[in-house]
């Protein structure tokens, strides 16, 4: 019997969910002032752990590599 809830088994590991999809189109909207203020309060010393578990996540999930874990740590300076 047809399931319409049942994930296909074929998922490309570099779609977007629903909410990254809302997050993305809020940020295109964005100003540059207002994307630049957030991206400061992201990058508060108090909030790293944070962004390395989420970056960890990501690539337990394979929407990252480990290769892009490092540039990224790179160019945040850890």
């Known amino acids: ?3 319409p809830f049942k994930k296909s088994g074929k998922q490309n590991s570099n779609q977007l969910g629903m909410l990254q999809k809302i997050a993305m189109k809020k ?5 540059p002032q207002e994307q630049s203020k957030m ?5 508060k010393p108090e909030n790293r752990g944070k962004l390395m578990t989420a970056m960890e996540q990501m ?3 394979g ?3 480990e ?3 490092a540039e990224a740590k790179k160019r945040l300076g850890m």
């Open 63 to 65: 929407m990252i590599s």
């Open 39 to 43: 991206m400061q309060d992201v990058l």
């Open 27 to 31: 940020m295109a909207k964005m100003s």
């Open 59 to 61: 690539k337990k999930t």
């Open 67 to 69: 290769e892009q874990i």
């Open 1 to 3: 019997m047809w399931n």
